[in-house]
């Protein structure tokens, strides 16, 4: 085809004035050209909704009407009227001699960064799911770092969702913190997924209007974090909004903050099924990631979970046949909220108070895991006296949680994997705060867990086995373990199949970084929903910190081998036990994938 600079030989203008459109590809571009109102208008040829040809559209009074899904576009400049389609892309022309010419590539109008945040922004705000998946996609195919994304989505979230921090920014933080984990076109579909969900969660809903800081920044923080506490205990949100804000406008520490956020969240026992902490802990790991500088209005969206959340020392299951908040009263020295009985305990333990000051005894675990929840309490407060840290405790509760979901027993009701999910997920957020900061609240969050340890106990009745080391070893590649993974997530029910395979993978010495991939893979094309994916982030996170610990010795690095495999084989069977899906979310982002590709989807 003839060609001047950069324009190609499209058509003769009569040809096109008779037939009235015509498409052609240029230069891989399929292209739909019309001759309306006396002027010649060339479009990209593919809908930039479904990719359906527009050259079978209808144009009239200079709207272009694609006939697929009805999305209508402004013929000269190829902006929708309808913006859950997008813009098609226009192209310029030139008519020499009788003759069309189109430039198939110009330049474009801004930069494609500039252009995917403004469309990810339509997607946020309209709840557009296709729009969602091809401004992630483009975002991170033009270079932007996925934590400018997270950050427009973190500020949207919080902005315009007046009930708070829920299950679509915990979704965000979650799949933020394994990003590094992912392929590279999974952390595509990690964004996606994300952003979708914190633009449903916030459909809808009416916006936040915040309460400001105090005109002070001389309060004490003793006192301001007593003022917040005292918020929200009598559920007075716009007061406990107020001093949170001020602590942050203070410039406390973050160390300081979330020793307020994590007393606050603890003065009753497991709020709201351990959500609250949970949400708390995804905030500070989401600020990890965009930076401090929005803490003020991110931190502020945990106010109203804290002062709605249900109680569960004002349950029955935690009164009846043993009351378990008596237990822990006696151990705080007083009521719940108290801690005077936590600061005796540690004045008593061994100095220095740092990870080697205490080794768990060898039954620890069988206590955690055991049907007394005296001897619980006991061993924690026997631990804490002898020296063990926060976050030592918190790791040896957050690995029984993970044993509860390992070895939950197939025959309970299918609605009790969450029961088990919920402990897990809350305890992983205890030893989240424990490595943030030294607060004594964070022992309330630790007895808290183990006691939900203990109640979880009968969903372990019996309990499936977990593979010791070397009990599934095979002459198998790793990889095709893999790939029998995978499609283990193709079959409804394959739960102990999957825990089997993730054993025999590890067996086979296989590179747990693959595997983790391999999840990620297996979570990021299903229709996960919010529990599934908080539970893969948090086995990825108690893996890495088993992983991290140091061993020495044979029998020590067996017993280290079989601690660090529990996570993942717990989150394994999880995932079998939900997948598969639909995936519909996936096909979305197909097809997303494929228009800002520029593949043609349907022939024309």
Known sequence: ???????????????????????????????????????????????????????????????????????????????????WADDVRTYPTEIRDGVVYVNPNPARDRPPAEHWTDRLETGLEENLRLVAAKSSIGLLDAGVDYREPMAVTLEFGTRYRDSGWGRGLTILGCLANVMADLDPEDRKRALYTGVRHVADDCASEPPHFDQPSFSTSEVDFDRLKSWFRDCVEVRDADGAERCLRTAVA?????????????????????????????????ALESLDHVGWATADDTLAALVEPLVTATRSDEQSAWRQPIDLVALLEDVYGGDVTET??????????????????????????????GDDPEAIVDALAGAIRSGATTEALAGEVAHAAATRVAQFGTANEFSDWDTVHHTFTYA??????????????????????????????????????????????SDRDPDAVLETLLETFDREGAVNEAGRLVAEFLDCGGDPAALKRTLGRGLLRED????????????????????????????????????RRVPLIATARYMAAHFPTRREADQTFTIAQRLNRGETIHEG
């Open 250 to 282: 203070s410039g406390y520490s973050e160390a300081e903050i979330a020793d307020l956020l994590v007393a606050a969240a603890t003065d009753h026992p497991y709020l709201s099924t351990g959500h609250v902490l949970d949400f708390a802990n995804t």
């Open 428 to 473: 992983n957020a205890v030893h989240g705060f424990a490595r943030r900061t030294d607060a004594i609240e964070c022992y309330r969050g630790v007895f808290d867990a183990a006691l939900n340890v203990y109640l979880d106990r009968f969903l372990n009745t019996p309990p499936a086995p977990i593979p010791d080391p070397g009990e599934h070893e």
């Open 528 to 563: 996960a929903g919010f529990h599934t994916l908080q539970n893969v982030e948090a086995a990825f996170r108690q893996f890495e910190l088993a992983e991290s610990s140091v061993s020495t010795g044979e029998d020590t690095q067996i017993e280290h081998e079989r601690r």
């Open 340 to 369: 005077s009985g936590l600061a005796d305990l540690v004045a008593e333990g061994a100095e220095p108070r740092d990870e080697t000051a205490w080794t768990p005894p060898e039954d620890f675990q069988a206590t955690l895991l």
């Open 1 to 83: 085809m003839a060609t001047t600079d950069d324009f190609h030989e499209l058509a003769p203008l009569s040809d096109l004035e008779a037939a009235g459109r015509t498409q052609v590809s240029i230069d891989g571009t399929p292209l739909a050209a019309f001759y309306h109102e006396g002027e010649v208008r060339v479009v990209d040829n593919r809908c930039p909704h479904m990719g359906f040809p527009l050259s079978e559209g209808t144009v009239d009074e200079g709207i272009l009407t694609c006939h697929w899904h009805h999305a209508r576009f402004e013929l000269s400049c190829g902006d929708t009227f309808d913006p």
